[in-house]
């Protein structure tokens, strides 16, 4: 997984902007992060108009923060054999999604 980042002052920009949120230079990159975040929100979807996801309802989806940066959140569908919770470990893998093609998810840890 690769994220924004900008060469001035190393914050994680996510969604990707033409400058830097924090200091506005644009000198800015991708660069590989672990993958490893924490919940910090959810909700079940049992009702899904997005293609792709209509056949897998219910599904969870939330933001969750990334190890690098607790305060860059990134949306995305929460997936593995325990219950979601607030604060629980989470780590990015991708799995593919008729129309979309290979998408990230977290699965918990
Ligand atoms: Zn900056």
Do not use: K, N
């Not at 897998?56 to 690098?68: H, K, M, N, Q, S």
């Not at 979601?84 to 998408?103: C, D, L, Y």
């Amino acid at each position: 997984m690769r994220i924004q980042r900008c060469h001035r002052c190393s914050v994680y920009i996510h969604h990707p902007e033409p400058c830097c949120t924090r200091c506005g230079a644009r000198d800015l990159g991708f660069e590989a992060v672990s993958g490893l975040g924490v919940v910090d929100a959810f909700t079940v979807v049992s009702r899904s108009f997005v293609p792709g996801y209509q056949e897998t309802v219910p599904y969870v989806i939330g933001w969750v923060g990334l190890v690098e940066q607790p305060s860059l959140r990134v949306l995305s569908t929460i997936s593995g054999d325990a219950a979601v919770r607030i604060g629980a470990p989470v780590r990015v893998a991708f799995e593919p999604v008729a129309g979309f093609g290979a998408v990230p998810v977290f699965l918990l840890t």
